[in-house]
């Protein structure tokens, strides 16, 4: 199992990206997909999560600019940004929780490689 993450870049501020994180390997299922970022000097923090139900919750300090959402049948979620501001500089990592290859196992918690995300002034 793997977690593809894409779409990060430099961007402007004001401007708009939008992350793709794709697991990939025959999975039964998984839990909550969700998107953290680490910018420098800083702890990584939650900036969205979703269920399988397509509920979310986003970070306070992102709420109302990003979105995001998941494509059940094709194991990927998506973070929309928009309104993006030079403190959303940071790498953004992807995560899926309780992923399980196999019906019975408990599952495993997996992370992409990170995408680094650059909002300039």
């Known amino acids: 199992v793997q977690l593809q993450a894409s779409g990060g870049g430099l961007v402007q501020a004001g401007g708009s990206l939008r992350l793709s994180c794709a697991v990939s390997?025959?999975?039964?299922?998984?839990?909550?997909m969700g998107w953290y970022r680490r910018a420098p000097g800083k702890q990584r923090e939650l900036v969205a999560v979703i269920d399988t139900g397509g509920r979310a919750n986003v970070a306070d300090s992102v709420s109302g600019r990003f979105t995001i959402s998941r494509d059940n049948g094709k194991n990927t979620v998506y973070l929309q940004m928009n309104s993006l501001k030079p403190e959303d500089t940071a790498v953004y990592y992807c995560n899926a929780q309780r992923v399980r290859v196999r019906w019975y196992e408990p599952g495993n918690d997996y992370w992409g490689q990170g995408t680094q995300v650059t909002v300039s002034s």
């Open positions: 390997g025959t999975i039964f299922s998984m839990n909550d």
